[in-house]
């Protein structure tokens, strides 16, 4: 292609960049919305296969295990097979896998399902950023990224209204199918509307280095994940394969930095713009994951919101997020990136500082003035965070560059449910008291000798579970089906022997216990929200005092790249 040629293909993509980005932000939107979609869903898949809760719960992880690991991969592939062939393959195998999702018929098939579906999702998402690195220039390039910063954080606030519609009117499958068609008009638009691009000089692939950081990276988010789920953090699950997976990930690092041909440039993070950037961006997403956590559950479990309704009132957070976000570049030209990123940190942190007084009855228009506060922090964050980082990175590797940001957000939000969700289930138990479910159960099946003959099905002990004094759901699951076992104790032809007013009595008894329990359960969740919410406003603020430290004023930008279309 000759220089003229060349100039006029150039144009052409210039012409088309703002439609270039609405495609990158459809295919970021379509991967980020499933994983916030399925969350809605799970009660619904869990009854309809008959699954275990640890099933239903490995159906989230082995998509975000997967996806963890591979996005450094598939971002180096991209940079240099392509990045536009790398994105369409993403797309087509993501579209495939929540087809086969949907028609899941055990927990097994829907775990195998979702943990391809995480191979495609990799794929996707570092070449949306990317790609958007090659299309626009410099002086554009952070206004693109505010809009790519946003799509992501209103994502995850519209996924629960989206989930919870699709339930209101479909079966669980169409919160899987709903991405096919959305998949289909994707690839069409990549293939009309995106050029494509990759490094003119990739060098050669290290594959020892490509396994190892792959491997490292799935043992790392595995031992996360295994320790939030279990609230055990010693058992080798969990500890052993964190250990593990830090020393594999330190190998990768020593390996990298000696390479000829390194997977990624390590000697990146030397760069403060590029681990200030870095810095922020785990630590705004440690902190919004692991909140998203429990104020689903707040809204649900101690409001009574249904899904949609849960859904509905996180619309404060993606306003909040839409709103700064368009607006942080303009405000970082004016002010520095470092004063935006660390104010926003700052109202970040002083919105889940704020949580801590958030009560079973505060007002709700109190908190979606908080959410939206925590939406626009994020905003204000992200996208000079993001900027910093791709901004330290040369076009021809924006692929990589991309890759580590993803990695870190993804790594930094399951550390987030983790640590966050176990610290709320060690102030729950602890305020409720790990023996109350035991002592309900006994209060309810009194007189002993004559309860501890009848079925087991109408017996309350039995359904003592460790999970009922740790988590609101577990207490609340309790006090249901302790509920269904009086009533059809209730009905047993035994009960017609009972004089009356003793069974209304014992009626009374039982529900007093009951709403007692709910109630001490409901409190001890706020008990534990507030202590998580301070754990999290102390990582924001920890956040916000690297980007004031670290953040440059104004961003440098690397900026050498061939382009082909």
């Known amino acids: 292609m000759d220089r003229t040629e060349l100039s006029t293909d150039v144009d052409a993509v210039f012409r088309r960049r703002w439609l270039i980005l609405a495609v990158m932000v459809v295919c970021l939107l379509v991967v980020i919305l499933d994983n916030t979609i399925l969350n809605v869903a799970l009660k619904t898949i869990q009854s309809d296969l008959d699954a275990s809760q640890s099933a239903m719960q490995w159906a989230v992880d082995s998509y975000a295990v997967v996806f963890a690991g591979l996005l450094i991969v598939w971002g180096v592939t991209g940079d240099r097979i392509g990045r536009k062939r790398t994105l369409v393959i993403g797309m087509v195998l993501f579209g495939i896998t929540s087809a086969l999702c949907s028609t899941a018929d055990s927990a097994t098939e829907l775990i195998v399902y979702r943990a391809l579906m995480g191979i495609g999702a990799a794929a996707v998402q570092p070449q949306t950023l990317s790609i958007i690195q090659n299309v626009f220039e410099p002086d554009e390039r952070p206004k693109a990224i505010g809009i790519w910063a946003a799509a992501s954080g209103i994502a995850i606030a519209l996924g629960p209204i989206t989930g919870g519609a699709l339930l209101e009117f479909f079966w669980w499958g169409s919160v899987f199918l709903v991405n096919v068609p959305i998949v289909i008009i994707g690839v069409a638009l990549i293939v009309v509307l995106v050029p494509e691009s990759k490094d003119p000089n990739p060098g050669k692939i290290e594959p020892f280095g490509v396994i190892l950081s792959i491997v490292a990276l799935v043992t790392l988010v595995f031992g996360i994940i295994e320790g939030g789920?279990?609230?055990?953090?010693?058992?080798?699950?969990?500890l052993g394969a964190i250990v593990l997976g830090l020393t594999l990930l330190t190998l990768f690092i020593v390996l990298e930095r000696r390479s000829a041909h390194p997977t990624i440039d390590v000697t990146l993070?030397?760069?403060?713009?590029?681990?200030?950037?870095?810095?922020?961006?785990?630590?705004?997403f440690f902190s919004l994951m692991g909140a998203t956590f429990y104020l689903a559950y707040y809204l649900q479990a101690i409001r009574g919101y249904t899904p949609l309704a849960a859904g509905v009132a996180l619309i404060a957070v993606a306003a909040g997020v839409m709103i700064s976000a368009s607006q942080a570049a303009k405000l970082?030209?004016?002010?520095?990136?470092?004063?935006?990123?660390?104010?926003?940190?700052?109202?970040?942190?002083?919105?889940?500082?704020?949580?801590?007084?958030?009560?079973?009855?505060?007002?709700q228009w109190v908190v979606e003035v908080l959410m939206f506060v925590l939406g626009s922090g994020m905003g204000l964050t992200m996208t000079p965070a993001?900027?910093?980082?791709?901004?330290?990175?040369?076009?021809?590797?924006?692929?990589?560059?991309?890759?580590?940001?993803?990695?870190?957000?993804?790594?930094?939000?399951?550390?987030?449910?983790?640590?966050?969700?176990?610290?709320?289930?060690?102030?729950?138990?602890?305020?409720?008291?790990?023996?109350?479910?035991n002592d309900v159960a006994s209060a309810l099946d009194q007189p002993s000798q004559i309860v501890s003959q009848l079925p087991i099905e109408v017996q309350v002990t039995p359904l003592v579970s460790a999970d009922a004094s740790e988590s609101i759901g577990g207490a609340l699951e309790f006090a249901g089906r302790s509920a269904e076992a009086l009533t059809a104790r209730a009905a047993l032809p035994q009960a017609d022997r009972i004089p009356a007013d003793v069974?209304?009595?014992?009626?009374?008894?039982?529900?007093?216990?009951l709403t007692t329990f709910v109630a001490e359960s409901k409190a001890a969740f706020v008990h534990g929200m507030h202590v998580s919410s301070v754990a999290a406003a102390g990582s924001a603020f920890l956040g916000a005092i690297a980007a004031f430290t670290l953040l440059?004023?104004?961003?440098?930008?690397?900026?050498?790249?061939e382009v082909s279309v």
Request: charged residues 20%; glycine residues 10%; hydrophobic residues 45%.
């Open 229 to 238: 789920n279990t609230n055990d953090w010693f058992q080798w699950r969990s």
């Open 269 to 284: 993070f030397k760069n403060r713009q590029f681990s200030a950037g870095t810095i922020s961006i785990a630590l705004v």
């Open 332 to 363: 970082s030209d004016r002010f520095g990136a470092r004063y935006v990123a660390g104010s926003g940190l700052t109202l970040f942190a002083l919105a889940m500082l704020s949580y801590g007084l958030v009560g079973e009855t505060t007002p």
């Open 386 to 437: 993001t900027n910093a980082i791709m901004g330290a990175v040369p076009r021809d590797k924006a692929g990589a560059g991309s890759a580590v940001n993803n990695t870190v957000r993804q790594v930094a939000g399951a550390l987030g449910v983790a640590v966050l969700g176990s610290l709320l289930a060690v102030a729950f138990r602890a305020d409720l008291g790990a023996a109350t479910p």
């Open 503 to 513: 069974m209304a009595e014992q009626k009374q008894n039982a529900e007093e216990t």
């Open 552 to 561: 440059p004023g104004r961003l440098r930008v690397e900026d050498e790249i």
